[in-house]
């Protein structure tokens, strides 16, 4: 159908109406100088009034716009985007210039379940699980962390996701696989490699390169 015009009256309780007068106007001026209120107030009414199944062009038109939030307190679309993870309130952010920008993954600031829901299932996109983020991007920037990031993952990893079965499981296999225990003289080394002193006898015996450095002990 013909775009619609700006002149003609758009019902605000019908989702495929708006998205098509959204989709003009994104199209001629953009949506990248929402601010953060006019970005959130625009999201919900969609989340309120898109209750059918949204068409391929609807999808696209919405994913389009720049109304959700990312860590770092910007505003980004989800075009081009074929998994989202949404960051849980208390997973820490530090060194997140590592991992925010990884690959296909959108990175998201928290959000309610409503909105979770919405980009799951009339978005399409496939949302990681905290777990899965964790192993497949998290884990393979701990080397490249400061010291005081490296520990405040890996504590968040220790507190929330080591007792759950099977994935929690998975993520330690592939963490005795990385070098991101530092030693006393500074080097990375795997934990399977190291000793504490204060435990291990005949310590004095052992090259300080293999011994944990103070903050792991």
């Given amino acids: 159908p013909p775009p619609r015009q700006a002149s003609e009256a758009v019902d605000l309780t019908n989702c495929s109406q708006v998205l ?8 001629s001026v953009g949506s990248r100088d929402l601010s953060h209120r006019h970005a959130r107030l625009l999201l919900n009414h969609f989340i309120h009034t898109c209750q ?16 959700f939030e990312s860590i770092g307190d910007s505003l980004v679309s989800l075009n081009n985007v074929e998994r989202c993870f949404v960051v849980p309130s208390d997973m820490p952010h530090d060194d997140s210039h590592l991992w925010k920008h990884y690959q296909k993954v959108q990175v998201l600031a928290p959000m309610d379940s409503a909105c979770l829901s919405f980009i799951r299932k009339k978005l399409s996109k496939d949302i990681l699980i905290v777990e899965r983020f964790y192993h497949d991007v998290i884990v ?3 080397m490249s962390m400061t010291g005081e990031a490296r520990l405040s993952h890996l504590r968040y990893i220790r507190d929330n996701i080591c007792h759950r079965r099977g994935a929690g499981t998975a993520l330690i296999k592939t963490l005795c696989k990385v070098r991101f225990v ?8 795997m934990a399977a490699d190291l000793f504490v002193p204060s435990v291990v006898c005949f310590a004095s015996f052992i090259a300080d390169e293999f011994l944990l450095g103070p903050q792991w002990t």
């Fill in 182 to 189: 530092q030693t006393q003289t500074g080097g990375m080394h």
């Fill in 20 to 27: 098509n007068a959204v989709g003009t106007v994104e199209q």
């Fill in 52 to 67: 059918e199944n949204l068409t391929l062009s609807q999808q696209s038109t919405l994913a389009s716009l720049c109304i």
């Fill in 140 to 142: 393979r920037q701990l």
